[in-house]
């Protein structure tokens, strides 16, 4: 039987699941970094306390969080920016003060109820760093708090407001941004599985990463791609 299971794909989430895993070893934990293996009757012979979901990118089945607390950690202060891609939808807003939001999964998607929230900073750094940074959050305060205290929840209050999730064809540098725009922009996109920001040539395609704003001047690495590749 396992305490808690522990759902995710990134690469320093899985890092730091083994980490938590290690770290309270009175605690059963199972991590599942494949879709196909979570499984309601998985969870059915586990009967886990909670199932965590730091990253996962797909939709919880509600066979599943209908039985079992569920818990997705959105990187918005709900019901502010529910749905898709939220760290590129605040940057492109030019917000940089945000939350970690701890909540339970219903049927409306990021609309459950919150158990808590983190404060996280997101005005440096590039997509793989701030995700580093929430992973380190999610693991090192919230989730030791559900494993150690008695945890509610509390329906969302206030307006909703929805960010639909990003497409490929728009990390294409928009035209007439400033200069922390354009940092910003290049900086969110530069991450494990995201496409970068582009410039279009006539010959092909600028790739941009690594951006770092300094004295009033960006610096960026910049990789040439003809048009066949």
Excluded at 8 to 15: A, M, R
Excluded at 46 to 64: A, C, D, N, T, Y
Excluded at 83 to 110: E, M
Excluded at 217 to 225: G, N, P, Q
Aim: charged residues 25%; glycine residues 6%.
């Amino acid at each position: 039987m396992a305490d808690y299971v522990i759902a995710t794909i990134k690469s320093w989430n899985i890092e730091n699941s083994e980490k938590i895993i290690r770290k309270y070893p009175e605690e059963q934990f199972i991590l599942i970094t494949d879709k196909n293996k979570l499984t309601e009757k998985l969870l059915c012979d586990v009967k886990p306390r909670f199932v965590f979901f730091p990253h996962w990118s797909w939709i919880i089945p509600q066979e599943i969080y209908e039985k079992y607390p569920c818990v997705v950690f959105h990187m918005t202060d709900l019901p502010f920016g529910r749905g898709g891609s939220p760290l590129q939808n605040l940057l492109v807003r030019g917000i940089y003060k945000t939350k970690i939001s701890a909540v339970r999964v219903s049927a409306g998607i990021d609309a459950g109820p919150v158990y808590f929230k983190e404060d996280l900073d997101i005005s440096e750094g590039s997509a793989d760093d701030i995700y580093r940074k929430a992973s380190d959050i999610i693991f090192q305060k919230m989730i030791p708090h559900f494993l150690h205290s008695d945890v509610d929840c509390q329906q969302q209050n206030g307006n909703p407001v929805i960010f639909k999730r990003r497409t490929a064809e728009q990390s294409e540098l928009p035209e007439n941004l400033s200069l922390r725009q354009i940092y910003d922009y290049i900086r969110m996109l530069d991450g494990e599985g995201y496409p970068a920001a582009y410039q279009k040539t006539a010959a092909g395609k600028v790739y941009y990463r690594n951006a770092r704003l300094k004295n009033n001047v960006l610096y960026a690495d910049a990789e040439f791609r003809g048009e066949n590749n």
